[in-house]
């Protein structure tokens, strides 16, 4: 996880709110990533953002929203339009050419 | 959409044995194969990546195999251990910087006493 925060670990919304994830870290890390897991579904991207200000969508990015606007932070709205929101949230980042996306310890949503 | 097939789902072995994942993939463009490893609650962390350039990388216990013109590759984990219970999961990626990872849907492995 070193590094990467991700609060809160637990997140219980009712159905028809926004709700935002927070994701910092402190490894200066250039890229940042959003992904959803899924039982036997693995981690599908959501958004991901390079660099500051600029942020690009996922495979399923519909229903959700980002901001980049700190290197160190880049927080996901969960919308009222994403169908089907409850999931674990992970958010990982990747230093600048290289190669390994490390991932910080997951927000557990529940849209009840 | 770009996959990458993984199987199996979930696999229970015994302690010493030598439980094996595998995937394939599809984009003849993916140039860098990491495998993951994921606990129960915890975010995934990487265990062992490899390029197309060589056909096997070993870390230890754990060894990926390569097939380039199958577009296959495999995690053998040597002399398994209890605390290996984990969700596995394999990835694929391609361009300057790895940045899309596409991952496969993972093996929830066991190895029991």
């Known amino acids: 996880d070193g590094g990467i925060t991700q609060s809160p670990k637990y997140l219980f919304r009712k159905e028809g709110q926004n709700v935002t994830l927070s994701c910092e870290q402190n490894?200066?890390?250039?890229?940042m990533y959003w992904y959803r897991q899924d039982p036997g579904q693995g981690l599908r991207l959501i958004y991901y953002?390079?660099?500051?200000?600029?942020?690009q969508k996922g495979d399923i990015a519909e229903g959700y929203s980002v901001s980049r606007e700190k290197k160190e932070s880049f927080p996901l709205t969960v919308t009222s339009a994403q169908k089907n929101p409850t999931a674990f949230y992970l958010c990982?980042?990747?230093?600048?050419?290289?190669?390994?996306?490390?991932f910080g310890p997951g927000t557990r949503l529940t849209v009840l | 959409q770009q996959q990458v097939k993984q199987s199996p789902q979930s696999l229970i072995v015994q302690k010493g044995g030598i439980p094996i994942i595998n995937c394939a993939y599809e984009n003849t463009a993916f140039d860098y194969f990491p495998w993951y490893q994921q606990f129960p609650g915890k975010g995934p962390a990487l265990l062992i990546a490899i390029r197309p350039d060589v056909s096997e990388k070993k870390e230890g216990r754990f060894t990926i195999s390569f097939n380039k013109s199958a577009k296959q590759f495999s995690l053998h984990i040597m002399d398994s251990q209890p605390g290996d219970s984990a969700t596995y999961f394999c990835?694929?990626?391609?361009?300057?910087?790895?940045?899309?990872?596409?991952f496969g849907t993972g093996t929830r492995l066991t190895i029991i006493p």
């Open positions: 953002s390079q660099i500051v200000n600029d942020f």
């Open positions: 990835a694929a990626s391609s361009g300057v910087g790895n940045e899309k990872l596409t």
């Open positions: 990982a980042t990747l230093a600048g050419g290289r190669d390994e996306q490390f």
């Open positions: 490894l200066n890390h250039d890229a």
